[in-house]
């Protein structure tokens, strides 16, 4: 039977189509991969990977097929049209847009749609001229870019897994007996949210088990109010001032500082993250350098459609108006992050392990884990919840009334207990394992939330205990006693120290003491801040402006640029509602905090100026 010229214009229609979305594919992914190799190149908003260059064609490949259709049911109807001509030119210019808008910084919508027009208008006169030589082109070359595709998957996949395995056997060989660790980050919680700090509701139980034969520090602070500084801080015993992640002049963590990940490699330590905020925890933070297994893109489908220029320009949107109960695309839950760390447990080998674990299960917006929505009071719609809400916190967003707020407290709460279910569950996989005993376990939060303490929503907006007051809980090696309560305050900065010290890494490999082994006193008050921060195409300010804070005792003193200071005493104001700084009463102890932080700060200035040293003992300068 011979194919009619309709279906030879269709069946070139597709295939054309196709052709179009792997060569647009391929020259995203090779462009997005590029500048996700030079650090600080790519946002929380385009942050990559290397499966990119895969991903990238599938999506486009279909998608393309599909919106050929219509065109197709179009050309049937008014054959006399060059649809085909006109179709490679729209085409041509979505992936002329899309490829100028990728970085996000460099081209404006504007400019983006202009270049991408002038790519359908150059498209479309040369098909003019070569619409002939340009199908022979698609028909010889098609087989090769649908193969060269193939390769591409399947050779980085086993190129991925081959190296980790290499890279596995190539680790030094380690003393008998040494510990794991097990770094469990809760991403957003505030520490007087769980029931094991005495919040009302029973939020969680499982991690109220663990602290009965465990360390809690019922005042353990954050370096920071957001996410990047605060992780930067705990993986590098760093304060915010010294590793500078997240700051206008630096969007990631660079290489001045060891990491955790790297001096525990160094000595023989097999090392996994496993990461759910993917905007600020992800490879292009450099929170991953130094860890052999690093799983933050690509582990659904959504999410890898959101890798994608035209799926991230589409799917933002489609669920920000489409959807009453919208959340983050491609949102990993605790179990699924848990799920994924026992499976690389597992293929360990016997190596002690160093597994780091970031859940975002509590952070905006508030979607309990389902068969946990409704626990603590009936759902009420807030109706379409915007901005942040999707991937970054709006500053400006205005306290909403007592109703709403309550149902998002309500909503939070669910969320905390079934990430406390999840943790139950690791917890007893781990004990099934017979590993439990033998792993330093840690439970900390980068930073907390307000609910509109302050006439402030969310976080990264301010050094009041809501936003840096965090559960920190340290279950030692072997130990099976009753449990320890802390009161004095100490710093999540700290938790490197005390790992280094836990694994036997030569004293000094981090700043700091360990949390563990200086108990019961600790020296010296806790240092906090908040600075404006990068972002694209701009800076996005703090609500109560740049601050510092010290904590000592049962007093915090926060310091704003401009000379305009804040003190609370926690002990008496827990909610820190009472500003004392104008009391002659308390006029010694803000002198004193004053001079504190001139203290901190020229320590924190010279930093900078002196060498560095890693955990091997080696020298680098910082650059």
Request: with cysteine; proline share 6%; net charge positive.
């Amino acid at each position: 039977m011979r194919m009619t010229r309709n279906n030879t214009a269709e069946l070139n229609m597709f295939q054309l189509a196709v052709w179009a979305g792997i060569i647009g594919g391929l020259a995203e992914g090779a462009l997005s991969f590029s500048l996700s190799l030079i650090p600080g190149m790519l946002t929380w908003r385009n942050a990559n990977s290397a499966p990119i260059l895969f991903v990238a064609p599938v999506f486009y490949a279909p998608l393309f097929l599909l919106a050929t259709i219509p065109i197709n049911m179009a050309a049937r109807r008014w054959p006399r049209v060059n649809w085909e001509r006109g179709w490679f030119s729209v085409l041509a210019g979505v992936m002329g847009f899309c490829l100028a808008i990728l970085h996000g910084m460099v081209f404006s919508y504007s400019t983006s749609f202009i270049l991408g027009t002038a790519a359908a208008v150059v498209s479309y006169r040369y098909l003019g001229r070569n619409q002939s030589r340009f199908h022979q082109v698609v028909r010889k070359t098609f087989p090769s870019v649908v193969g060269l595709v193939l390769a591409i998957g399947f050779g980085m996949l086993g190129g991925i897994y081959v190296d980790e395995k290499l890279t596995l056997d190539r680790l030094p060989a380690v003393k008998a007996n040494q510990p794991n660790v097990v770094l469990l980050v809760m991403d957003t919680e505030r520490a007087d949210h769980l029931s094991a700090y005495g919040y009302p509701r029973l939020t969680t139980p499982h991690i109220d088990s663990l602290a009965q034969h465990a360390v809690l520090f019922e005042q353990a602070f954050s370096a920071a109010p957001w996410t990047l500084p605060s992780h930067a801080s705990i993986m590098t015993g760093r304060k915010s001032n010294e590793h500078g992640a997240g700051t206008r002049t630096l969007w990631n963590l660079d290489d001045r500082f060891p990491t955790l990940a790297e001096s525990l490699s160094k000595v023989g330590y097999a090392t996994g993250g496993f990461v759910s905020n993917l905007f600020w925890t992800g490879r292009s933070t450099g929170l991953n350098r130094g860890f052999l297994h690093y799983e933050d893109y690509f582990r659904n489908p959504a999410d890898a459609v959101n890798r994608t220029v035209l799926g991230r320009l589409l799917l933002f949107p489609a669920i920000e108006w489409l959807s009453s109960n919208n959340d983050i695309p491609g949102r990993r839950r605790a179990a699924d992050i848990n799920a994924e760390m026992l499976r690389w447990i597992d293929g360990t080998r016997g190596h002690p392990f160093f597994a780091f674990a970031n859940y975002n299960d509590v952070h905006q917006p508030y979607r309990p884990a389902k068969g946990y929505e409704g626990r603590f009071g009936s759902v009420r719609s807030v109706g379409n919840v915007r901005g942040l809400q999707i991937g970054a916190w709006d500053q400006d967003q205005a306290v909403p009334p007592a109703p709403v707020v309550a149902n998002l407290i309500a909503r939070y709460d669910e969320s905390l207990l079934a990430m406390d279910h999840a943790i139950g569950a690791l917890l007893d996989s781990l004990r099934s394992r017979k590993l439990l005993d033998h792993t330093l376990f840690i439970i900390v939060a980068d930073h907390g939330e307000h609910f509109g303490e302050h006439g402030i929503m969310a976080h990264g907006q301010s050094l009041y205990g809501q936003e840096i007051h965090v559960p920190l809980i340290i279950r030692d090696i072997g130990v099976d006693q009753p449990g320890v309560r802390v009161a004095q305050p100490v710093s999540s900065v700290d938790i490197a120290a005390t790992i280094a010290e836990r694994v036997g890494l030569p004293p000094g490999a981090f700043p700091g003491s360990s949390l563990l082994s200086s108990l019961p006193g600790r020296p010296g008050p806790v240092f906090s801040e908040v600075k404006t921060r990068a972002r694209p195409k701009g800076f996005r300010t703090v609500k109560t402006g740049q601050a510092e804070s010290l904590i000592q005792g049962e007093w915090h003193f926060i310091s704003h640029t401009g000379g305009v200071s804040e003190l609370y005493n926690r002990a008496t104001d827990p909610d820190e509602l009472t500003n004392l700084s104008d009391s002659a009463q308390y006029r010694n102890i803000l002198s004193n905090f004053q001079g504190e932080l001139q203290t901190f700060q020229k320590a924190l200035s010279t930093v900078a100026l002196r060498p560095v040293s890693d955990s091997a003992g080696l020298k680098k300068t910082p650059q």
